[in-house]
């Protein structure tokens, strides 16, 4: 099934319309549908080289399926046939030997190296520029590189190749009764790889919350040779080379595989829905439970904003909902516990709690895996909410618990008056994707009508205001969506000045001209 | 009270002298009973410069107590008089304007900068060497810098200065009824600085276990200005700067300061101590609560050899100490699924499980209170055996639970091999510090006869043993001692290559003249 070139998913997947319009016109009226513009693909600077020709193309429709990611922005433009980032050729490698073929043509041809797992990043991070020496671009779409390659299932970890897609890799770990539970927005079209690269933020609101946690070691291809880490489950021998690879969103070297922590699927699993009048109350009731030791698997506090846009509540309340799960034993006692914290704090849980210890019963049906089918369904209506003529992104941040209540003050306010002075009215909504002991990662939704041809401007406005208010607060530009260009001016503004020196340091050892993904977290020119 | 010059501790609390008696006679027979020479302490090869003279000294005493760190070949050689390392001065700055003077004249004179916190490293990472370009060394004794500066008691975070010594740290903290909970076996003569520069592991044997965990941001001085990371619970903005600064032992920088994960005093507790006939079902039974998501605070497998040498059991039964804590609830139902997982694998729980639930009662009088003093008094147990005659080390390691039978066979055969060939006869012992979902961490203690004045020759031959089994085997050769100078040559056989040169980038990047700590991590010549 092909995809949709510039929205999310299969283009026959991709219709969330009437459910956008309902959610949208209900803050703005009646809105009108617009199609896509057929893309315009530029021709491509260079032939494909012979080194590359097994396993590349410089087809027009695979280049414009390579030209961006799937941010607001690169949708817009797709949607309008903007394909004019496309690369010059795309190859797909079956081995580390291809793609060591590649970095020599491009060294020696003086091009741009794009590493493409998913190309579900929002923050540009896979999107072909050149620096001031390339001629040209090869994307390395690393789709073919998608297998399970060995399980160990005693230390429960397994050997997986980095193109592997979410889906894909779960039914690989599947077969084995493992699974690896990380469950980004994106994971249908997002892959491995790039979870590494960007440090992604999945399935689990507290402790091994981020890919980082669930990474043992890991193999980087980088044009100076390989950078392989230790098969162990810890060590304190000097820095840790893999959290210099986690994050390293391609300029560093192409992750080609790893060493993943996978587990059994849970079986038993506990529930529940607790909702608060007061707001701060439902933030105190959150940190509870967040320094209680608990650890539950889902630990979303939704604002009434937030819950009224996702149906989950329509009375003003805020909805903190907590899941616990566990392939060992019941859950029962840490849900008990849990919710008699939020109830201290004036929570009330009008649909009681939900426990499932029955092993044989079909994970179909559960709680989890619906709000999973709803998550999931978030980047198919930001399609038609563009299609609407309704300006939609999410933005994220952490921060401290004690840093948290001015800042979402602050954040609110300043992106609501942007959006009355940019869209003439708007609505910003907030909940905490992970919430850790010392604080939560905020995740904010905002939605404005847009002005059509001049939604990228709107859009960067909105931005502007949304990014500088975060670091006024206190807050990071990212917690999960990485930095790739779209945050740079920020990251640098938050990044330690001597650790941008360190980190171009390593660049000028590990790329010394320069190839891989320029302008994508560092500078082109090293 | 004056420390002990070459040995743990105070000078009157050094006498643990009947107690190794016991142990080692059980083994060796009648032991005659050494005492220590007096101390040689080379003249220094320059005068302290002027800048430094308000807050620095060249005396002999001073110089001597900065020599060298403590372990086996350290205590050795302290207790026969060569202090023949001493830097030529030690700076104790009052605050960062003198640690940039420190660093400022180290480049003018060309001395090498020794960082210092309390002296305990057992890999030589604090003893003074100098590179090619030095002609001096100053010891920075950060001891000054002590203060906990700032709480923040909603967040659950305290801004800490790095020269704060395990107990001082512990006192600052209870006056806000908070602890760090971090308990190295060298919490009373070991600082919060040392404890991140060389990724120490402390007290939680499951989850946030190692000091990376408990650091929310560090602040470091380096010679060309200051790294300060942000103050979030996480963030997904690159690589993780916290990451290259934990482990840097003194080689990038001197840390100065760390905003540090605080939580309150647990008040609920349950132990457990399940007993093995077969240590292959102990293993078992200890992976299967490591990964059950349960997270005990205490969960260590002393082997039959381990329970015997400590007193915990004497008929051949291997022991799995398990122990659960928390401030907020009981901890009941985590202990009782943990001891019905270990007894699932044939693990019998002859004096039942403890649960204290009771907020009022002392803490003084539970078995996590006694195990931790037993603990603490390891060191001076060491120093009783240098001058009974009796070599005897720790070294450690992580492995993956596939790893671990073959590892543990082989190292403890190779190290009673190497015992018998150098010393005549000796003891393997091995226990468990940490577990992770992935694998455990082996802690092995030895103890052979020395020959009188070769015991330096006797450990190389047995340290060398032991390492290059732990790397055959699949271990690292560190999990929480650090690398220092002693382990570097296995050390730069785990690293991968081009990590080490982006080591060393990082180094030319933040330390151009290699002032800092040379032949510790990374070679002195960067």
């Known amino acids: 099934m092909a995809r949709n070139l510039w929205g999310w998913g299969e283009v026959e997947a991709a219709d969330a319309l009437d459910d956008s319009r309902a959610r949208a016109e209900a803050f703005f009226g009646p809105l009108e549908v617009e199609d896509a513009a057929p893309p315009r693909v ?3 600077r260079l032939e494909v080289p012979a080194a590359l020709q097994a396993f590349s193309t410089a087809d027009a429709a695979t280049r414009a399926a390579h030209a961006m990611g799937k941010s607001y922005v690169d949708r817009v433009r797709g949607f309008r046939g903007d394909f004019s980032s496309a690369p010059d050729l795309v190859a797909f490698p079956r081995g580390e030997a291809d793609l060591v073929a590649v970095l020599e043509v491009a060294d020696a041809y003086r091009l741009a190296v794009i590493p493409f797992g998913g190309g579900s990043s929002v923050v540009g991070g896979v999107e072909p520029r050149l620096g001031p020496r390339h001629r040209g671009a090869v994307t390395v779409d690393l789709s073919r590189l998608r297998e399970v390659l060995e399980v160990d299932d005693v230390s429960r970890v397994a050997r997986v190749q980095a193109g592997v897609l979410g889906p894909d890799l779960e039914r690989q770990l599947g077969a084995h009764g493992l699974t690896l539970r990380h469950f ?12 590494l690269a960007t440090r992604a933020g999945g399935h689990f609101a507290t402790v091994y919350t981020r890919i980082d946690e669930l990474t043992q070691a890991v193999r980087l291809v980088t044009p100076r040779g390989v950078v392989e880490t230790k098969t162990v489950p810890a060590h304190g021998a000097g820095p840790d080379a893999n959290r210099l690879v986690l994050g390293s969103e ?13 587990r059994p699927r849970p079986v038993f699993r506990g529930n529940a829905s607790v909702h608060f009048e007061d707001f701060q109350r439902a933030v105190d009731a959150t940190r509870a439970i967040a320094q209680s030791g608990l650890f539950p698997a889902n630990c979303r506090l939704l604002d009434a904003q937030e819950a009224f846009l996702n149906g989950v509540a329509a009375d003003g309340t805020s909805v903190l909902v907590l899941g616990f799960e566990s392939a060992d034993a019941s859950v029962g006692p840490w849900l008990d516990r849990a919710v008699a914290l939020a109830e201290a704090h004036g929570g009330t849980c009008p649909r009681g709690k939900t426990l499932k210890d029955d092993a044989g019963k079909a994970r179909g049906g559960d709680a989890g895996d619906s709000w999973r089918a709803s998550f999931l369904r978030g980047p198919y209506l930001q399609d038609a909410m563009i299609r609407l003529g309704v300006v939609a992104d999410t933005f994220e941040t952490a921060c401290t618990w004690r840093a948290f209540p001015a800042l979402y003050a602050e954040v609110t306010q300043v992106v609501r008056e942007a959006l009355e002075r940019v869209c003439g009215s708007g609505v910003v909504t907030c909940r905490f994707t992970h919430v850790y002991p010392d604080g939560p990662a905020p995740y904010f939704t905002f939605l404005g009508k847009a002005r059509r041809g001049g939604e990228v401007e709107q859009w960067i406005e909105l931005k502007r205001a949304a990014s500088d208010a975060l670091l006024r607060c206190g807050g990071t530009i990212t917690h999960h969506h990485a930095v790739g260009r779209v945050h740079r001016s920020w990251y640098e503004r938050e990044r330690p000045a001597l650790f941008g020196e360190a980190l171009k340091a390593v660049k000028r050892a590990w790329d010394p001209s320069g190839l891989l993904n320029p302008g994508v977290l560092l500078d082109a020119e090293p």
Chains 1, 2 share one sequence.
Do not use: D, H, N
């Not at 980004?184 to 979870?195: H, M, R």
């Not at 391609?250 to 996978?262: H, N, Q, S």
């Open 184 to 195: 980004p927005q994106s994971f249908e079209y997002s892959s491995l790889g790039g979870w």
């Open 42 to 44: 530029p021709a491509p």
């Open 250 to 262: 391609g300029a560093l070297g192409l992750i080609t595989e790893a060493w993943m922590r996978v």
